[in-house]
């Protein structure tokens, strides 16, 4: 069994056409074939079922199909690592999702460009900063194909290939149109939201699950804050993202939840207010690879921790396995 063979079955299981397979791996039609039927025949197990059409695999190719494409995405993973680890690039490229944008990102990078200066005799500086709009799940597959070398985000990942270090929980805060009866209340309890449209707007879900007087498992993340005060909104709206959520509390369709870095967004139509509950939280995470620290990745991690010095924010300093 080798390589060839196997690229040339994941393309067939994948495009379910010899000829699309043979376009797509630049083989003929007679040598993809082929491979194919040395394969079947070197394991003594038929993997394609050639009657069918569109083709189909059969139970053990569907089986096989699975793992060999986890081994083959793996082995990409590993030569686009080896590739870096023997030339790590100048740039710096990081991956952040946008409630960090409008928090202390902007702040943190001219910390760590500030303190990573040293200019060459022409006066350009070592250290170029790319800065690219990913969502935290996205991150994950990002960090691997090389995409960029360190993440920002606000979910946890349990990938063996990937370390994460908990920077900080911040807590979240009410959204409400300015003309809302609670609108001045500086302290807000879950329980007095419930009655109000909550909109709606991670494209992500949790892993763990917290449970309703119904016991369905509750994984989106705000309804999953509400669910742990026993609280279940009584409307609910969902929308693509943070930005379009807030523009339905200012124009009054609902109430929603932000991290509390979010309370300078348009101020003249919303009022944002404290939460009375200390673990109505958003973890912020930095997620870089476990076998390749990018060098300026640890400057990094010291120009978040300066900043949050400097603004009396309580973190523990955490490291790099
Ligand atoms: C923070 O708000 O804690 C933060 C924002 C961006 C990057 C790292 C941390």
């Not at 079922?49 to 793992?67: E, M, N, S, V, W």
């Amino acid at each position: 069994m080798d390589l060839k063979q196997l690229n040339a079955f994941v393309a067939v299981a994948d495009l379910q056409s010899f000829s699309a397979a043979a376009k797509t791996t630049g083989l003929s039609q007679p040598s993809l074939s082929r491979l194919l039927k040395q394969l079947e025949t070197d394991m003594g197990v038929e993997l394609i079922d050639r009657y069918h059409r569109p083709l189909q695999l059969t139970d053990a190719g569907l089986f096989f199909y699975d793992k060999v494409r986890a081994v083959l995405t793996e082995l990409d993973t590993i030569t686009n690592m080896t590739k870096r680890l023997s030339a790590p690039s100048q740039a710096l490229n990081i991956g952040f999702v946008p409630s960090v944008l409008y928090g202390l990102l902007p702040e943190i990078i001219a910390d760590f460009k500030h303190n990573n200066v040293n200019p060459d005799t022409n006066g350009n500086t070592d250290i170029e900063v790319n800065l690219k709009d990913i969502s935290s799940y996205q991150q994950v597959e990002a960090l691997k194909n090389g995409e960029i070398d360190v993440g920002f985000g606000r979910f946890a990942h349990q990938d063996p290939w990937i370390q994460q270090i908990l920077l900080r929980h911040e807590r979240y805060v009410v959204a409400l149109p300015k003309a809302h009866p609670l609108a001045q209340i500086k302290e807000q309890r879950l329980i007095d939201l419930a009655s109000n449209r909550l909109i709606l707007y991670h494209q992500t879900h949790l892993s763990v699950s917290a449970t309703t007087s119904t016991t369905k498992p509750v994984t989106e993340p705000l309804l999953y804050l509400f669910a742990q005060y026993g609280v279940t909104p009584l409307m609910t709206t969902k929308v693509s993202d943070l930005q379009v959520a807030l523009s339905l509390v200012a124009a009054g369709e609902g109430i929603t939840l932000v991290p509390a870095s979010l309370r300078t967004v348009r101020t003249e139509q919303i009022s944002y207010q404290r939460l009375i509950h200390e673990n109505v939280t958003s973890p912020i995470y930095l997620h870089t690879l476990k076998d390749f620290v990018h060098p300026k990745i640890p400057n990094l991690l010291d120009a978040v921790y300066r900043v949050y010095e400097q603004r009396g924010i309580t973190y523990r300093r955490q490291q790099f396995i």
